[in-house]
């Protein structure tokens, strides 16, 4: 029997193959094949291209849903009397809920499966737009309950991208998960393109309550449509015995959590997408300002638009190549650091350029390869947890992605106190890039791609092909 020294992708199913061919083999096979289930519950590639279709539909929804309010927040301030601050109060509210619920639904994901999480929790996400007409009507006081619907919101959508997480390391093998979560990904900009034009075209046609009526009723389709056809009708139950009896991924998760987050290449990844996810924060809220200040005569919808036009493409190219260098044999470490080096070193090339950009179209260029290539952490560090830890990657991005908001939302503080005290978003700018190469820096020294959620006496066969 012939052993070579190469990657340590894929190899268990070869061992598990081997064991079964092979039943009097000692070597040691049978304990691999007890620590790696999960890998005979992989989709067929059929299967996972039907799931990334609908996965994508499905985050498409989430995002309709989620920029809902703040298209329709003018209108609705001007029915409802309510100041600037109020209508900062209820936009704000959501994102305390999203940080609320990430680990909890990674958690839960990782036990119970993440597509009955996705499906329960898009059904209540999407009830929950659908009725908010009827709450801001209904209720005396709208500021209070549209702000508790915010929060609610944010508490059931916080949920989704942790459950992806889970899904995905545990049904697609490692060759296709970036083809999976940068094309899911791509959804995040395709809703806020339909919601951006649809949405406001219904506003000023049928009013602000059709918005929410649509959008709402559509999630609710959706997560019909993929319980009847995809989970053949099956009862999305958790019960209290799911969640306390995950088998060996629940037992193992239990015991080794400090030892993960002891891993460098774990808070490696940590760094990464929190650096990650604080700058896209600050771009994208502070962006639209900057164009207004900057270039008071350009129209706002080229500005609005564009750049998420390229985010589109670039999400699902930096998939494919990441995939397709994969399958050719490169190792998968490196390919998850070069994917992070276009989404965090090349965009802060252009970041720094927009500093001394004094035409509106290169502005718009600008700006447009930066959302582009941050795309590309898609294929980077959102799929770097799934081969370090695929037995908990949805908690493990639960946390990754509740240290992502937090610090989101006192970057795009502190860049507000940047521009107001210095009058100037060259500084901002700036600031975007150094937490920028931050993460990157950390990620290239300690990322890895090798299973760090297992006993290092265990590890030796990850190196191991027959």
């Not at 499906?119 to 209720?139: D, K, N, R």
């Not at 993929?226 to 209290?240: H, R, V």
């Not at 809220?285 to 164009?291: E, I, Q």
């Not at 006192?410 to 700036?430: C, K, P, R």
Request: charged share 10%; aromatic share 12%.
């Amino acid at each position: 029997m012939a052993i070579i020294q190469k990657h340590g992708k894929n190899s268990c199913p070869q061992l598990v193959c081997n064991k079964e061919t092979h039943p009097h083999d000692k070597s040691g096979v049978s304990g691999c094949q007890k620590k790696w289930p999960e890998q005979n519950a992989h989709w067929s590639r059929p299967q996972a291209r039907t799931w990334t279709v609908v996965l994508l539909f499905g985050t498409c929804l989430l995002y309709c849903a989620r920029v809902a309010m703040p298209i329709c927040s003018v209108s609705m301030a001007q029915q409802f009397n309510w100041t600037k601050r109020e209508s900062g109060m209820v936009l704000g509210s959501f994102f305390w809920g999203y940080c609320f619920t990430q680990v909890i639904g990674g958690y839960v994901s990782d036990r119970v499966g993440g597509e009955k999480v996705l499906l329960l929790s898009a059904a209540a996400w999407g009830a929950m737009t659908a009725f908010t007409p009827v709450l801001a009507h209904f209720c005396s006081q709208p500021i209070f309950s549209m702000t508790l619907a915010r929060f609610l919101m944010g508490l059931l959508q916080g949920v989704h991208y942790p459950s992806l997480a889970s899904l995905c390391s545990q049904k697609v093998v490692e060759s296709e998960r970036g083809f999976l979560m940068s094309t899911v990904g791509s959804g995040s900009y395709l809703g806020t393109l339909i919601i951006g034009g649809a949405g406001s075209l219904m506003l000023d046609v049928y009013g602000w309550e059709s918005v929410f009526y649509l959008t709402g009723l559509l999630s609710v389709l959706w997560a019909y449509c993929m319980w009847k056809c995809l989970l053949k009708g099956e009862g999305p139950i958790i019960t209290l015995e799911s969640l306390g009896s995950g088998g060996s991924q629940s037992k193992l998760t239990k015991r080794h959590w400090l030892r993960l987050f002891k891993q460098p290449a774990v808070c490696a990844v940590i760094v990464a997408h929190l650096c990650t996810a604080s700058t896209f924060f600050t771009l994208l809220s502070w962006l639209p300002t900057f164009f207004k200040d900057t270039f008071p005569d350009a129209k706002g919808w080229v500005f609005n638009v564009i750049p998420w036009l390229v985010a589109i493409p670039s999400s699902l190219l930096s998939g494919c190549l990441s995939d397709h260098l994969i399958c050719q044999g490169f190792d998968t470490a490196s390919v998850r650091k070069l994917m992070q080096f276009f989404s965090m070193g090349v965009t802060s090339v252009f970041t720094i350029l927009l500093c001394g950009t004094s035409t509106f179209p290169w502005a718009v260029a600008f700006v447009s390869i930066t959302m582009g290539l941050t795309t590309f952490s898609h294929s980077g560090v959102s799929v770097n947890v799934q081969d370090l830890a695929p037995s908990c990657a949805g908690s493990l991005f639960g946390v990754m992605n509740t240290c992502g908001a937090f610090s989101g939302v006192l970057m795009v503080y502190f860049s507000g106190y940047l521009i107001e005290s210095t009058g100037s978003w060259a500084s901002v700018f700036f600031l975007i890039t150094v937490v920028n190469l931050f993460g990157l820096f950390t990620f290239l020294a300690f990322a890895e791609a090798r299973r760090v959620d297992i006993d290092s006496a265990k590890q030796r066969y990850n190196h191991i092909h027959i």
